[in-house]
């Protein structure tokens, strides 16, 4: 299963540190120790629907524990068949230099 996500918590961070909240959120993923990939508009997550579902809401709440007063979150899950649909390195790996 793939999932992207994208947090926009508000605000984004603090003073000191702009994305602070967003950079919470990546952390949970970082942690997670599933195949993962940072964009610009959001992070694409490698896993198992066990571990997918849960993780998505981490991430999403991860802002709110990180001190962000709100958070939406926008979400895209593919799957196929038996899980075995593509990974990130079948839909990207061409792209790489």
Avoid at 24 to 53: C, F, H, K, N, R
Avoid at 58 to 78: D, M, Q
């Amino acid at each position: 299963m793939l999932a992207q996500i994208q947090v926009s918590p508000r605000p984004s961070g603090t003073d000191d540190d702009r994305y602070a909240y967003v950079d919470a959120a990546i952390a949970v993923i970082q942690q997670s120790g599933l195949v993962y990939e940072v964009g610009a508009m959001g992070t694409t997550i490698q896993g198992t629907p066990d571990q997918i579902w849960p993780l998505l809401r981490a991430v999403h709440e991860a802002t709110v524990l990180a001190g962000a007063s709100a958070v939406s979150s926008v979400i895209k899950v593919g799957q196929g068949k038996d899980d075995a649909g593509p990974t990130i390195a079948d839909l990207v790996g061409k792209f790489r230099a």
